[in-house]
């Protein structure tokens, strides 16, 4: 044993009196088991047996027994303790445990508003539990509710144990009591935001509330829009404000915060009382002194942002816009913004930003002012990203951008058009299909083919003509590439795939009108083999018109039979298109046919061949028309003596009403019968009214033809 005084607690120390230096237990060889020794030998052995002087240990000759004993002592007071822990003389743990608790529940009983905060949580625990609690036991928890919390809802909606309550109050409050609520915690909001619970509060606040609570929160982070938007509680729900919540005066003072504290330390200093606008040049036309430090501002306070992470505000991506959208294309400042954005490590930045209005946007000027080297580092960034964005109202337009301005249409299709496709077979089909019928998402896969048509940019992307627009009048200064060229070499990459899906789902894509443009577009735009994609089509008319159709082995759980094709609108329109093989000019009033030509009359012939009359005479009767005019029809003649042979059933269909024809009139008849019961009661009378057409316009025009 070590002397007295070399020894300290359990620790040893080296033979030449220094301490270890490695923290970790040393290693030793594992010595060879001892044979028991005789009971009152076992005492320092036990515990220090496996160490010798070979290893390096003090040694263990002259060992005083007082000294032994009174280790061994020790250490074994020391394993009681471990065992069963004396906190209080005569308590164990478990009693310890018990007096713990009994103080706290005595420290909260004298806290504020300690018994209302019990009450209040026991009807909580009943009103959560809807599907359990009857109508109107509720009622009488949501009065007793009320009774304990009218008055106080500051102190409860403070505490982070007890704003749940008043979240429960806000929900089966009356209008009148969310007004009350709104009122009596006015001046709190913005301390609520902060919290991780209470700022929940604010948000049911404003989804159930009416426009009178909306205008009592929302001024009140007026001017608190810097250290909010910071916050990483506060923030989201600032936001929140700002893009669903807030009205188009109210997001203006909130972004203007954006441009420096004197936007809202002298909002209401000026006599002009005009709405605010956060139009940034606007601003700067007015005040071109304060260019600098507004520009300043908000470049500090976005990448503040940015270098937080904090990239998701829709907020942010409206102050970034204005900041780009005011400096000089190809200045150092524009580079420098640039870089900024393409600096964050794993792009969510742009990521976020092709999910908001503004945001696209500037992606789309970032992709139209950069060079070819930034075009690709940004198109990179989205990478399994571009089918999201292809369904979303902002993003896909980030994709039309890039169809437009992406010189390098290889790396254009290998990193969007096979992505928005797919890479199997079976992905293409299923892709095209889900594609080809969203709203957003077939302006990606058809602006390639048709251009800026009204079909494709209708009255919900009138906007998105005006952003493509602006970014051609850029493109001139910075693309090399012929506009026309360029879109020649992204309709050959995606050709393949799209004759490959019309050939193996042709049903598929057709049942519905957007699929069935897409397919009329495909095979007139595309370049490649279409003589097995145009066959598929036209077998899909195979059948008698008049005649429900079997269900497919695939679909015998089918209750109804299908309908026949030929009763589709939009089919008979894509037939239609077919036949006359190519696009109707409206300057020369006449159709430009596509090179090569189609030549589907001969190709969808065959198909309704035996059931010619009923085509005739049913909704796509102007299919046989254009079989009639198209010039490359080799079949006019057999046709024409067909319809001859049965124009007793044309003149019929002519002059009798359709199934849709009736239809119409039986509502409006309905219609006109509720109309005369309102215009008697107020003595008006009916003028004159006018007569809807009757009969099938497409066998009226057969007939004609007939007759010439």
């Keep these: 044993m070590a002397p007295k005084g070399d020894f300290s607690g359990n620790k040893r120390k080296l033979a030449n009196g220094s301490k270890e230096h490695s923290s970790k237990k040393p290693k030793f060889d594992k010595k060879p088991s001892r044979k028991p020794e005789p009971e009152e030998d076992v005492s320092d052995d036990s515990e220090i047996s496996e160490f010798s002087d070979d290893d390096g240990g003090a040694p263990l000759d002259n060992v005083d027994p007082q000294r032994s004993n009174l280790i061994l002592a020790s250490r074994s007071k020391s394993g009681d303790n471990q065992s069963g822990k004396t906190f209080e003389k005569g308590q164990n743990s478990r009693e310890s445990h018990i007096k713990q608790r009994q103080l706290a529940q005595e420290r909260k009983a004298h806290k504020p508003l300690a018994d209302e905060l019990t009450q209040t949580k026991k009807l909580w625990e009943r009103l959560r539990l809807k599907s359990k609690v009857p109508k109107d036991e509720r009622q009488k928890l949501v009065?007793?509710?009320?009774?304990?919390?009218?008055?106080?809802?500051k102190d409860f909606a403070l505490k982070h144990d007890a704003v749940r309550v008043v979240q429960t109050a806000i929900k089966y409050a009356t209008p009148e009591r969310r007004k009350m609520i709104a009122r009596e915690l006015k001046g709190t909001y913005p301390q609520l935001a902060e919290s991780k619970y209470a700022k929940f509060l604010i948000g049911k606040l404003l989804v159930k509330g009416d426009e009178e609570v909306r205008d009592i929160i929302v001024p009140e982070f007026f001017g608190k829009v810097r250290k909010l938007i910071?916050?990483?509680?506060?923030?989201?729900?600032?936001?929140?404000?700002?893009?669903?919540?807030?009205?188009?005066?109210?997001?203006?003072?909130?972004?203007?915060?954006?441009?420096?504290?004197?936007?809202?330390?002298?909002?209401?200093?000026?006599?002009?009382?005009?709405?605010?606008?956060?139009?940034?040049?606007?601003?700067?036309?007015?005040?071109?002194?304060?260019?600098?430090?507004?520009?300043?501002?908000?470049?500090?306070?976005?990448?503040?942002?940015?270098?937080?992470?904090?990239?998701?505000?829709?907020?942010?991506?409206?102050?970034?816009?204005?900041?780009?959208?005011?400096?000089?294309?190809?200045?150092?400042?524009?580079?420098?913004?640039?870089?900024?954005?393409?600096?964050?490590?794993?792009?969510?930045?742009?990521?976020?930003?092709?999910?908001?209005?503004?945001?696209?946007?500037?992606?789309?000027?970032?992709?139209?002012?950069?060079?070819?080297?930034?075009?690709?580092?940004?198109?990179?960034?989205?990478?399994d990203t571009f089918q999201l964005m292809s369904s979303d109202p902002?993003?896909?337009?980030?994709?039309?951008?890039?169809?437009?301005?992406?010189?390098?249409?290889?790396?254009?299709?290998?990193?969007?058009?096979?992505?928005?496709?797919?890479?199997?077979?079976?992905?293409?089909?299923?892709?095209?299909?889900?594609?080809?019928?969203?709203?957003?998402?077939?302006?990606?896969?058809?602006?390639?083919?048709?251009?800026?048509?009204?079909?494709?940019?209708?009255?919900?992307?009138?906007?998105?003509?005006?952003v493509l627009e602006e970014l051609w009048e850029i493109r001139k200064t910075t693309s090399k590439?012929?506009?026309?060229?360029?879109?020649?070499?992204?309709?050959?990459?995606?050709?393949?795939?799209?004759?490959?899906?019309?050939?193996?789902?042709?049903?598929?894509?057709?049942?519905?009108?957007?699929?069935?443009?897409?397919?009329?577009?495909?095979?007139?735009?595309?370049?490649?083999?279409?003589?097995?994609?145009?066959?598929?089509?036209?077998?899909?008319?195979?059948?008698?018109?008049?005649?429900?159709?079997?269900?497919?082995?695939?679909?015998?759980?089918?209750?109804?039979?299908?309908?026949?094709?030929?009763?589709?609108?939009?089919?008979?329109?894509?037939?239609?298109?077919?036949?006359?093989?190519?696009?109707?000019?409206?300057?020369?009033?006449?159709?430009?046919?596509?090179?090569?030509?189609?030549?589907?009359?001969?190709?969808?012939?065959?198909?309704?061949?035996?059931?010619?009359?009923?085509?005739?005479?049913?909704?796509?009767?102007?299919?046989?028309?254009?079989?009639?005019?198209?010039?490359?029809?080799?079949?006019?003649?057999?046709?024409?003596?067909?319809?001859?042979?049965n124009k007793k059933l044309l003149e019929k269909a002519a002059t009798e009403e359709t199934p849709d024809q009736k239809a119409a009139r039986e509502a409006r008849e309905a219609a006109e019968a509720d109309g005369e019961d309102k215009k008697s009661k107020k003595g008006k009378k009916a003028g004159p009214k006018k007569e809807a057409a009757i009969g099938n316009f497409g066998s009226k025009l057969l007939l004609e033809k007939l007759s010439s």
């Design 143 to 153: 009065e007793e509710l009320f009774s304990i919390t009218t008055g106080r809802m």
């Design 230 to 383: 910071n916050h990483p509680e506060a923030s989201w729900i600032l936001d929140d404000i700002y893009r669903g919540i807030a009205t188009k005066e109210q997001k203006a003072i909130l972004l203007r915060e954006w441009y420096g504290p004197e936007f809202h330390i002298f909002r209401n200093a000026t006599e002009d009382k005009t709405p605010p606008s956060a139009d940034l040049s606007q601003i700067l036309a007015e005040q071109p002194s304060k260019r600098g430090p507004i520009m300043k501002y908000l470049l500090d306070l976005t990448n503040q942002l940015i270098q937080k992470k904090m990239t998701g505000f829709t907020m942010l991506h409206d102050a970034m816009y204005q900041y780009y959208a005011n400096v000089k294309p190809g200045s150092e400042e524009a580079k420098e913004y640039l870089e900024m954005v393409k600096e964050d490590e794993n792009g969510d930045l742009l990521k976020n930003m092709a999910f908001t209005k503004s945001g696209a946007r500037l992606v789309c000027l970032l992709l139209a002012n950069g060079t070819a080297k930034d075009r690709k580092q940004l198109l990179k960034t989205y990478k």
């Design 394 to 466: 902002n993003g896909h337009l980030v994709i039309l951008a890039a169809y437009d301005l992406i010189d390098d249409t290889v790396l254009t299709s290998k990193s969007i058009i096979s992505e928005l496709i797919g890479k199997t077979e079976q992905d293409e089909v299923s892709n095209i299909v889900v594609t080809a019928n969203d709203p957003n998402a077939r302006l990606t896969i058809r602006y390639p083919l048709e251009g800026t048509s009204k079909a494709l940019f209708d009255a919900s992307h009138a906007d998105d003509l005006k």
């Design 481 to 645: 590439k012929d506009p026309e060229i360029r879109r020649k070499e992204l309709v050959a990459s995606m050709s393949p795939s799209l004759l490959a899906a019309i050939t193996s789902s042709p049903l598929d894509l057709i049942s519905t009108s957007h699929g069935s443009q897409l397919v009329a577009e495909a095979l007139l735009s595309c370049v490649g083999d279409k003589s097995e994609a145009l066959q598929a089509i036209a077998s899909i008319a195979k059948g008698d018109p008049n005649g429900a159709e079997e269900p497919s082995d695939e679909s015998e759980d089918t209750l109804a039979p299908q309908e026949h094709i030929s009763k589709a609108p939009h089919a008979g329109r894509m037939f239609k298109t077919l036949i006359a093989g190519g696009h109707f000019d409206k300057a020369t009033r006449r159709v430009i046919p596509v090179d090569p030509p189609l030549h589907f009359a001969d190709i969808l012939y065959p198909s309704i061949k035996d059931h010619i009359i009923a085509w005739a005479t049913g909704p796509s009767s102007f299919v046989v028309v254009s079989l009639l005019e198209a010039d490359d029809f080799s079949h006019k003649d057999e046709v024409k003596k067909a319809l001859k042979k």
